[in-house]
């Protein structure tokens, strides 16, 4: 069954230092997308960034990157120059094959420190 | 650019009520979906539609049902509301329902369950 793991509940970076949230996934189907999305306290879920289980390069989208190591299962989201805007909850995601649900892990909570 | 549209933002019921949430997807978007984020949880898949047929179900209770119309916006309906259904419920729309394409959320309906 298709699962997704965050294992860093919260985490702490410092304003403008660059900070990595880990997600690890499991599935079957060689056709798969993965999906990060931010979260703040307000409640939207706001897309920032997406890779394609057949995309070569590593999604980039602004200051935000996506560690994409296909091998090791793991869809990891790099920001870059933290601002004290990107303190939220951050989730993966990922949409397999034809289904286009999201299955969701158990989400990051980053605070960014002036 | 236009969004997903949901209504009520707001929600207030009492246990053995009922509720509609609606929602209106992007323009041409064919493809709704129906997620329930408890209170310090990650989103839960509910129920999807594309062009107007039931395209995948998840954890939805009996108690709770769904369509999408001509014009594809979605209505859910809630019965027999329980405690537990007290939720951020999001809807999000996409073009199709290939992995690859993104879905777009609307800003929630928060229900509160009395």
């Known amino acids: 069954a298709q699962k997704i793991t965050q294992t860093q509940p919260g985490m702490f970076v410092q304003e403008k230092e660059a900070v990595t949230l880990d997600c690890t996934y499991d599935t079957s189907d060689p056709s798969y997308g993965l999906f990060w999305y931010k979260q703040p306290s307000s409640g939207e879920m706001i897309f920032l960034i997406y890779?394609?289980?057949?995309?070569?390069q590593n999604a980039t989208e602004g200051r935000y990157s996506l560690n994409f190591q296909k091998a090791r299962k793991s869809a990891n989201l790099v920001i870059s120059a933290s601002q004290l805007g990107d303190s939220a909850m951050y989730f993966c995601a990922m949409r397999e094959g034809n289904t286009g649900k999201l299955i969701f892990g158990q989400g990051t909570t980053l605070q960014v420190k002036p | 650019a236009a969004g997903v549209i949901q209504s009520p933002r707001h929600l207030i019921k009492e246990k053995r009520e009922t509720a509609t949430l609606k929602c209106y997807p992007i323009?041409?978007?064919?493809?709704v979906y129906w997620y329930q984020q408890g209170p310090g949880q990650d989103p839960q898949f509910l129920i999807s539609f594309y062009e107007k047929m039931q395209s995948d179900k998840g954890s939805i209770p009996d108690r709770f049902s769904a369509q999408q119309f001509s014009d594809y916006h979605s209505e859910l309906n809630m019965s027999s509301l329980e405690l537990g259904d007290s939720a951020l419920y999001f809807c999000?729309?996409?073009?199709?329902?290939?992995?690859?394409?993104?879905?777009?959320f609307g800003p929630g309906t928060r229900l509160t369950v009395l």
């Open positions: 323009p041409r978007h064919d493809t």
């Open positions: 999000a729309s996409s073009l199709g329902t290939v992995s690859y394409n993104e879905q777009f």
């Open positions: 890779q394609g289980s057949y995309d070569q």
